[in-house]
């Protein structure tokens, strides 16, 4: 059973950058069917699609957040992770990290961590 | 960019109800869609994939239908663990986009 795992620092402060990272276990970041995705989800707002890695390292991003955020992938600790510098109250947010499967069917995000509040404060 | 637009925002319903939810996407996209449930307090679960399949494990009192730019989330006989806020997403190209969501809740 794939399960995803989101970690980091659950408080940045302004105009710093929040990290974090997700691990998966349960199966490997390295297979070709997958792009591994991260999607924040406001209090009390809806969700919102930030990025997602494939496994040859191709990015894909949100235009909204595309000068700020960075997706990579560490396939020997089986991880992928997300950088958003220069944060503001905005930011504050439950971060899932999710798997989104590719298939002739099309694509789903089939898995998806528990999520990780982050705060924006000083 | 697509965008995804979902009604209602909230319903109101009872145990034994038969619920729609509709989404409209601004451009065809095939039958690139899901449909997620989330919960309060806890992650989105995929429920139905490329419009009109149900995820494994899934009931079979939740059904999809569309195709193109219209599409519908039918929960025929509501549960007492079917209220909850729902989703619909494009995976037909990106960025992927979500609509803004449905909370189903009790009458």
């Known amino acids: 059973q794939v399960q995803l795992q989101e970690s980091g620092p659950g408080l940045v402060k302004p105009s710093q950058t929040l990290s974090l990272t997700c691990t998966v276990s349960g199966g490997s970041v390295n297979i070709g069917t997958y792009y591994w995705t991260w999607i924040r989800q406001p209090a009390g707002k809806g969700l919102e699609w930030m990025g997602r890695?494939?496994?040859?390292?191709?990015?894909d991003y949100s235009p909204a957040l595309k000068s700020r955020v960075r997706i990579s992938m560490e396939t020997s600790t089986n991880e992928f992770s997300l950088r958003l510098n220069s944060v503001t109250a905005a930011d504050t947010a439950v971060y899932y990290c999710a798997r989104d499967i590719s298939g002739t069917w099309g694509n789903a995000l089939d898995y998806w961590g528990q999520g990780k509040l982050v705060t924006v404060a000083s | 960019d697509i965008q995804m637009t979902q009604s209602p925002p909230s319903l109101s319903a009872s145990v034994g109800d038969r619920v729609t939810i509709t989404c409209r996407a601004n451009q065809s996209i095939g039958n690139f869609l899901n449909w997620l449930q989330q919960r309060p307090g806890t992650a989105p679960k995929l429920l139905i994939y490329?419009?009109?399949n149900l995820q494994t494990g899934v009931p079979s009192r939740f059904s999809g239908s569309g195709s193109g730019t219209d599409f519908t989330l039918s929960i025929s006989r509501l549960q007492p663990e079917d209220f909850a806020t729902y989703y619909c997403l494009q995976t037909y190209t990106t960025p992927r986009a979500f609509g803004q969501g449905t909370r189903v809740d009790f009458k």
């Open positions: 490329a419009a009109s």
């Open positions: 890695i494939y496994t040859n390292g191709v990015t």
